[in-house]
Each structure stands twice: as C-alpha cells, then as structure tokens.
C-alpha cells in the first residue's frame, strides 16, 4: 500500500512541477557530486540501507543525502525524486 501512495504522489508532483530544478551547473542548489550518486543508486531501486553500504558511508549519512536531494529537488518521496531527476535530465 505504501508503494501505490508514493507512486500516486510521484504522479503528482510530475503533473505539478515540470521546470522547478534547473539542469546540473545551474545556480538554483545544483546537488553534489555525491547526492548525485546516492540518486542514481536509489534510481536503480537501492534501498537507504543499501546506497550506505555500497557507497562505504553511514545508513545515517545516506539518509541525510537522500533528505537534501530530496529538499533541493522540491520533491516529497524519494521515487517523486528520481520521477523530477528522470524529467529534467539529472540522471
């Protein structure tokens, strides 16, 4: 059930948000190199758990990237997230 939800908000936001990230290199919070690994990880369908154990780092600290991707790319889910990065041409 949890799953349908955040694919119903994903739809949302795509409907809703079509040009609110601007592309890498841009001067609207670009996100770094390492958020940019964690997305393209969580992309693939790896869990918080899974992106810290890959990337060596903390499930704390793969939590926090995923929050700042998150808050950057104005996106309330993870899988809205990756739906914008998707649309915009981040990943």
């Known amino acids: 059930a949890g799953f349908v939800h955040e694919a119903q908000l994903a739809r949302r936001e795509l409907q809703t948000s079509r040009t609110e990230v601007s592309p890498p290199g ?6 770094t190199q390492r958020e940019m690994e964690v997305l393209r990880l969580v ?19 793969a939590h926090r990237h995923l929050s700042n ?23």
């Not at 841009?26 to 996100?31: D, E, G, H, K, R």
């Not at 950057?72 to 914008?84: E, G, R």
């Open 43 to 61: 992309a693939k369908g790896l869990s918080e758990r899974e992106v810290a154990d890959k990337l060596f780092i903390s499930p704390h600290t």
């Open 69 to 91: 991707i998150r808050l950057k790319l104005n996106a309330t889910t993870q899988a809205a997230a990756v739906a914008h990065a998707l649309r915009v041409g981040l990943i």
């Open 26 to 31: 841009s001067a609207n919070a670009p996100l």
